[in-house]
C-alpha cells in the first residue's frame, strides 16, 4: 500500500503542498483531481522521490518508503521522457534491461506490450516518427515493462482517442491487477468509468477522498420521478423536495425534508407513477461541490 501522511512542499513564500494525505490501496484504481495549479503532479513527484517534501513522508507497508523500493514503481511523468530517435523495441527493451530483465526476456516483454497497443509492426520506427497519441501508447508500455509493484500515471490518457483510451484501460486493468494504482485526470468522464477510489486536491489542500460511491453520498439525494402522463412540474406542490430538470411526464427532484420512503406516496397522490429511481450525482457535481 501507497500512502502520504501530511506532505506539504513550500517553493519561496508559496505554499503548494499543504498537509495532504492519501492512501492508494492494491488492486484499486485511485483517481486523483483538481484544477490545474491544485498541487497534482507535485503530490506525485514526492511520490516517486523527484521532489523532496518540505514536511510530511511517504510509506509502503506501512515504513517509510525507500530508493530501492521507488525504483519498482511504474512512474509517467507530465514532461514524457522517452528518447525520440531510438526505436520502439529498443527502447523498451532497454528499460526492462535496467530492471534485471535478460535480452530474451525483456524483448518479449517489449513485444507483448506493443502488440497489445497495435504497434507490433512498427517496432522498429523511431518514437519521433509516430503520432502523439502513439508516442503515449509507448510511454505507457516503458511504465508497464518492468512489471512494477506500483503506478503513478500524470495524465496518461491526455491525447488519446477513444479507442486508444479503451486499450489502454483494459491494458491497465489486466497489468496493474492487485496492484496500487494513482493516476490523474482532466477528463472526469474518465474517471467516473475507471476508478474506484478519488482524491481530490484545491489549492493545495486535500479537499474529499474516499470511495466514488463515498462521495456520491455526501451530497442530496436525487430520484427521477416518471408519470403515466401528465406534467410532472406538479411535484412542485409537495412539500420537503425540490425539483429539478422537468421533461413532460418526467422529473428530477431533490430531496429536503421529505423522506424517501414517503416520495412515491407523494407522487402517487399526484397521479399513476411509472418509475421512482434513485439517480446517480454526476462525478462533475462532486468535484466542483467539494472544490469551491
Known amino acids: 500500500m501507497l500512502e502520504a501522511r501530511g506532505l506539504t512542499r513550500v517553493f519561496g513564500d508559496t505554499t503548494v503542498l ?9 488492486g484499486r484504481i485511485t483517481g486523483f483531481v483538481g484544477a490545474n495549479g491544485a498541487g497534482k503532479t507535485t503530490t506525485m513527484r514526492i511520490l516517486m522521490g523527484v521532489l523532496a ?5 511517504v510509506l509502503w507497508d506501512g515504513a ?18 522517452l528518447y525520440p530517435r531510438m526505436k520502439l523495441r529498443d527502447q523498451l527493451v532497454f528499460f526492462a534491461r535496467l530492471h534485471g530483465f535478460d535480452a530474451t526476456a525483456a524483448r518479449e516483454r517489449a513485444d507483448h506490450l506493443l502488440d497489445h497497443f497495435g504497434l507490433l509492426e512498427r517496432a522498429d520506427d523511431l518514437l519521433d516518427d509516430l503520432s ?115 421533461d413532460g411526464a418526467s422529473a428530477v427532484v431533490t430531496l429536503d425534508d421529505l423522506p424517501p420512503a414517503e416520495l412515491v406516496a407523494a407522487a402517487v397522490g399526484i397521479g399513476p407513477v411509472v418509475e421512482v429511481s434513485r439517480v446517480q450525482q454526476p462525478l462533475s457535481e462532486i468535484f466542483r461541490e467539494v472544490s469551491a
Open 18 to 26: 499543504d498537509d495532504v494525505s492519501l492512501t492508494v490501496t492494491p
Open 53 to 57: 517534501p518540505t514536511s510530511g513522508q
Open 64 to 81: 517509510p518508503i525507500t530508493a530501492a523500493v521507488r525504483r519498482t514503481f511504474g512512474y509517467m511523468p507530465e514532461e514524457r521522457g
Open 132 to 246: 502523439l497519441g502513439n508516442q503515449q501508447r509507448v510511454q505507457i508500455a516503458a511504465a508497464l515493462v518492468h512489471r512494477p509493484s506500483a503506478l503513478v500515471l500524470d495524465e496518461p490518457f491526455s491525447g488519446l482517442d477513444p479507442v486508444a483510451v479503451d486499450s489502454m484501460t483494459d491494458l491497465l486493468r489486466t497489468e496493474a491487477d492487485g496492484l496500487p494504482l494513482l493516476f490523474s485526470s482532466h477528463q472526469l468522464d474518465l474517471v467516473e468509468r475507471l476508478c474506484d477510489d478519488l482524491v481530490v486536491l484545491a489549492g493545495g489542500r486535500l479537499v474529499a477522498s474516499g470511495s466514488v460511491d463515498e462521495l456520491r453520498s455526501r451530497g442530496q439525494e436525487r430520484y427521477r420521478v416518471t408519470f403515466q402522463d401528465g406534467d410532472a412540474g406538479r411535484l412542485r406542490e409537495v412539500r420537503g423536495l425540490a425539483v429539478g430538470d422537468v
